[in-house]
C-alpha cells in the first residue's frame, strides 16, 4: 500500500514474460537484464488505425531481405513510444496466409531509420500516446521473438499479462493508493453536512479495492504458469478499470464543482480514467469473452 508504480510497467509486465517464454537464450540474455532497472524502456506496436480490439487485421508489413526484415506501416495507441528505446512489434510476414496467421513479434530499436512518432494529445492534456510510422525500417531477423510466421500465440499471451499481470501489479497499486486518497479526501472534507451522504460509497471504494488486490494475489500464479490466456486476465481488466472509473468519478464528487477546474490529481485521474474501459480490450469485449470462455455461454 501507497508503494511506488513499477518505472516500466510495459516491459517488467508484458515484454519480459513473453521473452522468458518465447524468445532464444541470446534474446534473454540481451534483453531481459536492463528491464528491470528501466535502464531501457519499451514500448507497444500493436495496434493500427483498423486493427484494434481486432488485432489479426494488422496491416504492418514486413518482407524479408536476407538477414533483415523491412518494416513498413503505422501503429497507434503506442504508449511511450516516444521516449523508448526498443518496440515490441506486431508485423504481417505472410500476407498470403489466413487471418490469424503470418504474423510475427519483432524487437525492433526505436532508434532506427525511418522510425517517426506523433503524439496525440489526450482529454487530460498528456501525450502519453503515440502514432508510430515505420518506413523501410531494418530490423535484424535475429530480432524476431517465436517462430516467423507464428506470432499469434505471442499476441494472446500478451493480452493475457497486459490485461491481468499489468493490472495485477500497476493497477493494485494505483487502486489501492486511489482508495486511501479517497478516504484521506473524505476526511477532509467532513465538515460538509452534503457529503455524509457519500459516506457510504466511500466505504464501497475501499472494499472494491482491497478485493481486487485480494483477486490479484489470487490470480498470479495461474498468469505466470499460462501459456495462452485464460479467463481470469480478462476478468482482472474488467473488474479493475470500472473500479477505477467509480473512484474518479466519487472524488469528483467529493470535489464538488471547484473539482472540474482545480482538481489537482485527481482531476488528471478522472479524465484519463475515461479511457481504462476502452484500452486493452473495450468492457463489451471482455464481457463476452468472459461469457464464452469462462461460462460456456454459446455465440450470438
Known amino acids: 500500500v501507497r508503494a511506488p508504480a513499477i518505472l516500466d510497467p510495459i516491459a517488467v509486465n508484458i515484454v519480459a514474460p513473453l521473452l522468458i517464454h518465447y524468445g532464444s537464450a541470446a534474446q534473454r540474455e540481451r534483453f531481459l537484464p536492463p528491464i528491470l532497472p528501466a535502464e531501457e524502456v519499451w514500448c507497444l506496436g500493436f495496434s493500427e488505425p483498423g486493427a484494434g480490439s481486432d488485432l489479426a487485421a494488422l496491416r504492418c508489413r514486413a518482407e524479408r531481405d536476407g538477414e533483415e526484415w523491412v518494416v513498413s506501416g503505422q501503429k497507434v495507441w503506442s504508449s511511450k513510444a516516444h521516449v523508448a528505446d526498443w518496440c515490441l512489434l506486431l508485423v504481417r510476414t505472410d500476407g498470403g496466409a489466413a487471418k490469424h496467421k503470418g504474423i510475427s513479434c519483432l524487437a525492433v530499436d526505436m532508434r532506427s531509420p525511418g522510425i517517426t512518432w506523433r503524439p496525440l494529445v489526450q482529454l487530460s492534456g498528456r501525450s502519453e500516446f503515440n502514432e508510430l510510422f515505420l518506413d523501410q525500417v531494418r530490423v535484424p531477423v535475429e530480432n524476431t521473438i517465436g517462430p516467423i510466421n507464428g506470432g499469434w500465440p505471442l499476441v494472446r499471451a500478451a493480452l493475457a499479462h497486459e490485461r491481468g499481470t499489468l493490472w495485477a501489479f500497476e493497477f493494485k497499486i494505483r487502486l489501492q493508493n486511489a482508495a486511501l486518497a ?28 482491497e478485493v481486487f488486490a485480494a483477486h490479484t494475489l489470487r490470480i498470479l500464479p ?74 460456456g455461454l454459446p455465440r450470438g
Open 182 to 209: 479517497l478516504v484521506d479526501l473524505y476526511r477532509g472534507s467532513a465538515a460538509r453536512r452534503d457529503l455524509a451522504a457519500l459516506r457510504q460509497d466511500v466505504a464501497q471504494a475501499y472494499i472494491e479495492a
Open 222 to 295: 495461474r498468469l505466470h504458469d499460462a501459456a495462452d490466456a485464460p479467463p481470469e486476465a480478462a476478468l482482472q481488466k474488467l473488474f479493475g478499470s470500472e473500479i477505477q472509473q467509480r473512484t474518479c468519478e466519487l472524488a469528483m464528487a467529493l470535489l464538488g464543482a471547484r473539482g472540474a477546474l482545480d482538481g489537482g490529481g485527481w482531476q488528471e485521474a478522472y479524465l484519463y480514467s475515461r479511457s481504462v474501459t476502452i484500452s486493452s480490450g473495450t468492457s463489451e469485449i471482455l464481457r463476452t469473452l468472459l461469457a464464452e470462455r469462462a461460462l
